[in-house]
């Protein structure tokens, strides 16, 4: 069922179960996404390509990994085609001119 892999389906709104469209807004995310972010915050949260400390290296690695895995995942040419932007609210003012740069959003304004 959805609701197993997205947990906030299962609350009831007025005595009905909740239905969710504002996902232009926000996209709720399923448990692997939330227990991938958890992880995340609780043992590697640092900024990354930003210092040689080891939680930025671990952090820097663990976004250039998700870069690779997109690429292969939508056939890029190269990672460096995969952009992750901040949001919606960037992203309208993000111009990439004559690139094949994939843009992913990635975080809500």
């Known amino acids: 069922m959805l609701e197993n892999q997205f947990p906030i389906l299962k609350r009831k709104i007025r005595g009905h179960r909740l239905v969710y469209l504002d996902n232009a807004a926000t996209t709720q995310k399923p448990v692997v996404v939330l227990e991938a972010m958890d992880e995340y915050y609780r043992k590697h949260n640092a900024n990354i390509h930003r210092g040689i400390h080891t939680l930025s290296v671990e952090a820097t690695d663990m976004y250039e990994g998700a870069r690779d895995?997109?690429?292969?995942?939508?056939?890029?040419a190269s990672s460096e085609e995969i952009v992750f932007t901040g949001g919606d609210c960037f992203d309208r003012f993000v111009e990439f001119t004559g690139s094949r740069a994939i843009v992913l959003q990635l975080v809500e304004c």
Do not use: D, H, I, S
Request: glycine letters at 12%; charged letters at 25%; a positive charge.
């Open 69 to 76: 895995r997109v690429q292969k995942f939508l056939g890029a």
